[in-house]
T-cell receptor, first 115, second 111 residues
Framework: EAQVTQNPRYLITVTGKKLTVTCSQN?????MSWYRQDPGLGLRQIYY???????DKGDVPEGYKVSRKEKRNFPLILESPSPNQTSLYFC??????????????FGEGSRLTVL | QKEVEQNSGPLSVPEGAIASLNCTYS??????FFWYRQYSGKSPELIMF????GDKEDGRFTAQLNKASQYVSLLIRDSQPSDSATYLC???????????FGKGTSLLVTP
């Protein structure tokens, strides 16, 4: 089954404790992206990657890191989480069509709470 | 940040009516336009995409694009209670890679 898998789905952590949210896709998509979704603010792009070893900042990259060492994986790293990073996080992937993002396939989301 | 604007709603329509959802965007270089549906507590899922000016129809859904006015719309014909959800407009930036979402319009279809 074609899917984007995120882990963990739910996490409660404390300020400053490094964490990683993993994302893996099995569709051989070139493009992967992380979004956070907050009430009243909608979906905001954190980072995206057009291919292995190629990443770029979205609209809200502060406090986050990513890496794309393999095509299928795109982990999101919070080096020193803060309460304002409490949010619902979505990983998504897409084929690139004519060099542009196509249909995004989303993971089920990871709800993160930072105390 | 490139802006994608939608009315938050809620937009309430009776069952069987046409629902009209609108979206404006600020980046004149945008090339690709998407409509996603998101049920409460679920992930967004693609309904339609459109790249060229004009209308594109898929079943009960019609997407309309006017690049000169920087306007995208989604029409849902014969609305059903199962269409009740938040509809997200998404627009690629000039680079074609970054994809910006509007805040979404909440649609309620009443029986």
């Amino acid at each position: 089954e074609a899917q984007v898998t995120q882990n963990p789905r739910y996490l409660i952590t404390v300020t400053g404790k490094k964490l990683t949210v993993t994302c893996s896709q099995n569709m051989n998509h070139e493009y992967m992206s992380w979004y956070r979704q907050d009430p009243g603010l909608g979906l905001r792009q954190i980072y995206y990657s057009m291919n292995v070893e190629v990443t770029d900042k979205g609209d809200v990259p502060e406090g986050y890191k990513v890496s794309r060492k393999e095509k299928r994986n795109f982990p999101l790293i919070l080096e020193s989480p803060s309460p304002n990073q409490t949010s619902l996080y979505f990983c998504a992937s897409s084929k690139l069509l004519a060099g542009a993002t196509g249909e995004l396939f989303f993971g089920e989301g990871s709800r993160l709470t930072v105390l | 940040q490139k802006e994608v604007e939608q009315n938050s709603g809620p937009l309430s329509v009776p069952e069987g009516a046409i629902a009209s959802l609108n979206c404006t965007y600020s980046d004149r270089g945008s090339q690709s336009f998407f409509w996603y549906r998101q049920y409460s507590g679920k992930s967004p899922e693609l309904i339609m995409f459109i790249y060229s000016n004009g209308d594109k129809e898929d079943g009960r859904f019609t997407a309309q694009l006017n690049k000169a006015s920087q306007y995208v719309s989604l029409l849902i014909r014969d609305s059903q209670p199962s269409d009740s959800a938040t509809y997200l407009c998404a627009v690629t930036t000039n680079s074609g890679y970054a994809l910006n979402f509007g805040k979404g319009t909440s649609l309620l279809v009443t029986p």
